[in-house]
Every structure is written in C-alpha cells, then in structure tokens.
C-alpha cells in the first residue's frame, strides 16, 4: 500500500511533468556574414547571439562540445535580451541549451563561418499543435525515387516522387524508397509527436558497365530473348541475363553473364562455322578425281570424308572416258546431297576411229606403193629374163602387182580421206 501511495505521489507528478515538458523549435533570425566585430581581438571567432522568450532566456545553461573561444563562457545582454558567446571560426560546433521545463535542445554551427561573423538565431516555444504534430521528410540522391510507406500493417501509402513530406502518419512505419538503375533502401522508423524526421536515401547505382562483341560482327545478338545492337557498349541494372548469338551458317551460341557492382562485363565472342559433309548421288565415281572448292577430296560409299564448312562451292568431277563436270555446290546441312550424272565422253571414241580410218588408209597406200614398186622390180627382171619359164613366171607377178596396187592406192586413199574429213 506504501508502494502505491508512493507512485500516486511521487512518480505520477514526475511522468506528468516529463510529459509537460516543453520545447524550442529554432528559427535563423538573421545571418550577417559581412557585418564585423570591430575589436582584432575578435578575427578568429564567430559571434552567436541567442534571442529566445524572456520568460526562458536567462535560465539557459550551455554546454560545448569544443570550446569557447579564448575560454569565453557566453554573456547574458541585458539591453538586448540576448545570449552572446564566441566560437573558433572554421570548426564545427555543438551547442546544448538547457532550460528548466523544457528538453535540451542542440545548436549545430556549421565549420565554414568566416572570422568575425555574426549570426542571430532565434529560440522560440513550439505551439501546442506542432507538439502534437509529427513531420515525416524524405529525401533521395538522386532525386524523383519511387517511395513506398507501409504505417502499421493494413494502410499503404505510395509516393512516386522524392523529396517527399507528410503530416499524416504515426506510429511504426516501413519506407522503401527505389530507382531504376539504382539498389533500394529500406528503413523502419517509430514516429513520435511533436518531432520532426527528415531521411536523405543516398542511392547507390546498380547499373555497369557491359562491352559484347562477336567474330563476325554482323550476328544477331539477343538479351534475354530481345535483339541489341552488335556490338553492345551500355550500361546494364545488375543481375542475371541469357545472350544468343545468331548468324547464317554459323553455330547459335547460348550463353549467360551477371552484371555486378564489382566489375564490368567484357568479352568478345567467337563463332564456329556450321559443317557438313557431301552425298553424291547418281552415277558412280569410283575411280573419279573430285574437287570441292580448290581441294581434292577423298570419296567413300560416295560420300566426303571431310567436312566443309557452310556455303558455296565450284564443284569439279573427272572420269575417264567421261566428260569433266564442272558445276557448284550450296552447303547447308550436316550432309548435303548432291545429284550428278556423268556423261560418257563419246569425242573420244570418235578419235580412236579417226585413227583406226587413218592408219587403215595409211596401211592401204603403204601397200599400193609397195605392190607398185615390187611390179616395177618383176618387169625389169622379166625383161632380163634368159627362159622362157622364168618370163612367163615374171610376167604372172607384174600383171598381178599392176592389178592390185591401184586397188590398194584408192582403198588406203578413201581409208586416209575417211579418217581425215569425217
């Protein structure tokens, strides 16, 4: 019971109080940058003067987080209801006010005052609607992120553009602030009346830097199923993507990459040309000397044992007693089939009978000319004969050589004439 009556009448009035606390919102009154304090006693130091409620002011209490300057505490001016104290130029500064009933408030002095400034600021009593109020401000860099608020577990609201401010929210709240090219940030934050929250997202990029060619250069290339330029020199969000390479006569290539904050993504692709063989079909070449571009190939079961690559060709067959073929071949499959019809080389067997004719007729007249010349031996023999035996057996053998080389002469003549002209 003592227990009680003590919290009713001790710690009560104490929460009441902490409750009733007071606050100042800070307001720059003037700032005077070029206005000088006339004593060189002053040059290095900047002077603050402190106006606030009269009631108040006398009753602050400062603490510094530095320094004063030449250990000057601050000074209460009567005639101006002011505080005045001096800081080092060009050092940031805390200041912490204290003042009975009211919650300690901070006085940041930025590091870049210039050397007998002045600069006013006023303290003034916050309302009792800016106690009650609570002030979200958001912030991003860059600007016009996407910001997503979840208040509690059921209200959503969604702001499309940064800087963002609201009066309207309380209690627990997640905020998500996004960007295209850019890594999201995420937060969790307990609002609290009477205070004011400003968040500055700085946003990493989540984009690098990708450098993709290909050997040749004019093939497709395709980002996850979407054709870009060949060659591809951009920046690309981080993540996961397919690429393809595509080419006429060339082999597709599949492939992935991962574009990353640690590095860039480069490299240079190599395409292979398709192969494939070549099926003659048709007449047989066995024995035949095949030439596929400007290489002999070697023929089994009529079929190359070399692959080619991809594309046309001049085609060149050669067959005894054939004649040459001499035509062209378009690759484009893994065995390619090619129909040919050799044809007989009949000028050949036409020469051979030309020379058959020719040798005949040559033959036949070689024999008339002989069967003349040797009637012409037997006539001078028969006229020198001394028997009558011996004459009429000349005589028989110059009448048959008179009959016969005529007969040989013309044969191997229309022979000769034969082979010659037809």
């Known amino acids: 019971m003592k227990k009680i009556i003590f919290v009713m009448l001790f710690l009560l009035p104490t929460l009441s109080l902490a409750q009733s606390r007071g606050e100042f919102v800070l307001h720059e009154k003037e ?26 002011i006398k009753n602050f209490k400062f603490q510094i987080a530095l320094d004063w300057f030449n250990s000057e505490p601050p000074v209460y001016n009567e005639t101006f209801s002011r505080w005045e104290f001096f800081v ?7 200041v912490k006010i204290i003042s009975t009933g009211y919650k300690e408030f901070d006085i940041l002095i930025d590091g870049d005052f210039m050397g007998q400034s002045i600069w006013k600021y006023e303290l003034r009593e916050k309302s009792q609607s800016e106690l009650d109020r609570i002030r979200l401000t958001i912030n991003s860099d860059p600007s016009e992120a996407t910001v997503l608020i979840k208040e509690g577990k059921t209200n959503t609201t969604i702001n499309n553009n940064t800087p963002y401010s609201t009066e309207s929210l309380s209690g627990s709240v997640d905020i998500f602030v996004s ?3 850019f890594i999201s940030q995420d937060t969790t934050l307990q609002l609290e009346k009477g205070k004011d929250y400003t968040l500055n997202f700085i946003l990493d990029s989540a984009v690098n830097r990708v450098d993709i060619s290909s050997d040749p250069s004019d093939a497709k290339l395709f980002f996850n199923n979407k054709e870009v330029s060949n060659p591809y020199l951009g ?6 993507y397919s690429l393809k390479l595509m080419k006429e006569d060339y082999e597709e290539i599949d492939s992935s990459f991962t574009v990353s904050k640690e590095k860039k993504f480069q490299t240079k692709f190599f395409m292979s040309k398709k192969m494939g063989v070549v099926s003659f079909t048709g007449s047989d070449l066995k024995g035949a000397e095949v ?53 007989p080389d009949n000028s050949q067997a036409q020469k ?8 005949l007729g040559l033959g036949g007249i070689g024999a008339g000319l002989y069967l003349m010349q040797s009637a012409n031996k037997n ?16 005589r028989k053998k110059v009448e048959s050589s008179d009959r016969l080389f005529p007969i040989a002469l013309a044969a191997g003549g229309l022979f000769a004439g034969i082979g010659i002209f037809f």
């Open 31 to 56: 700032k005077v940058s070029d206005q000088r304090k006339t004593s060189s006693k002053y040059e290095d130091a900047v002077a603050i003067w402190i106006y606030a409620p009269l009631s108040q």
């Open 88 to 94: 080092p130029k060009q050092l940031k500064q805390k």
């Open 179 to 181: 960007k295209k090219d």
């Open 235 to 240: 920046y690309l969000p981080f993540g996961d």
């Open 291 to 343: 030439r596929i571009g400007s290489e002999v190939v070697t023929i089994s079961n009529g079929t190359t044992l070399k692959k080619f690559d991809y594309g046309p060709y001049p085609l060149q067959i050669q067959k005894k007693n054939y004649e040459t073929l001499n035509t062209s071949i378009t690759i484009k499959n893994n065995n390619e089939f090619k129909q040919i019809n050799l044809v």
């Open 352 to 359: 051979s009978k030309k020379r058959v004719m020719i040798a």
């Open 379 to 394: 006539y001078e023999a028969y006229q020198k004969s001394t028997s009558p035996g011996e004459a009429a057996s000349l």
